[in-house]
Structure formats: structure tokens, C-alpha cells
Nanobody, 123 residues
Framework: QVRLVESGGGLVQAGGSLRLSCAAS????????MAWFRQTPGKERELVAA????????PYAGSVKGRFTISRDNAKNTVYLQMNSLKPEDTAVYYCAAGLGGPTSSPTAYDSWGQGTQVTVSS
């Protein structure tokens, strides 16, 4: 498994922006598909965006398409999530995940998880 540490969460007003970062260590970062999931109380963890090893494939949840951008820097062992035009419904704990399969939306395909970072969007 790879160790993942998220940062960049916080409180922002609706319409604002945040950038989440996830630093990886312990394994070869470029071997892993990376993803951001989010979860709110009482709901299942849902995929926000994923990115393939080389960065060429980036599936997004429909609710964030056009507003969020996932990217990775394999030289820095870091994956990012740029979140623009934030809405109150984006409020959640955001988790970084790493897996050895494809950039899928299933949480079970990812075997390494960060501790999560809270994003709160006020109206």
C-alpha cells in the first residue's frame, strides 16, 4: 500500500475555489491510479474524479464536471483536485485514494486511502 496525506480543505463561500493536494509515499507513485472520493454523513462514499497513471484518462462525477479538475505530478508524487464554482452541496469529507487497477468509480478498487479533509461550502 501507499501512504496518502491530504491537505487543502477548509471553509469557503459558495462560488469560491479550493485546491486539494494529496501527497503519496512508500511506493512508486506512477504505478497507481489515483482518485478523489467524497462522503457525507449517512451516505456512501462517491467518486469525484479519478486519473490514470499517465494522466490521460480522467473520469468525473457528473455533478462536478466542468467545475473540478484532477491532475497529478508524478515527479512530486502528488495528486491535486482544483475545485471551482463551489456549491453548498459539495460540502463533504474528501478522500484521496490509490489503486493498481483502472480509474474506476468503485471504492473497492482502491486499496490505499488518506485520512480525509473536510470541505465546507457556505451559502
Amino acid at each position: 500500500q501507499v501512504r496518502l496525506v491530504e491537505s487543502g480543505g477548509g471553509l469557503v463561500q459558495a462560488g469560491g475555489s479550493l485546491r486539494l493536494s494529496c501527497a503519496a509515499s512508500g511506493r512508486t507513485f506512477s504505478d497507481y491510479v489515483m482518485a478523489w472520493f467524497r462522503q457525507t454523513p449517512g451516505k456512501e462514499r462517491e467518486l469525484v474524479a479519478a486519473i490514470s497513471r499517465g494522466g490521460g484518462i480522467t473520469p468525473y462525477a457528473g455533478s462536478v464536471k466542468g467545475r473540478f479538475t484532477i491532475s497529478r505530478d508524478n515527479a512530486k508524487n502528488t495528486v491535486y483536485l482544483q475545485m471551482n464554482s463551489l456549491k453548498p452541496e459539495d460540502t463533504a469529507v474528501y478522500y484521496c485514494a490509490a489503486g493498481l487497477g483502472g480509474p474506476t468509480s468503485s471504492p473497492t478498487a482502491y486499496d490505499s486511502w488518506g485520512q480525509g479533509t473536510q470541505v465546507t461550502v457556505s451559502s
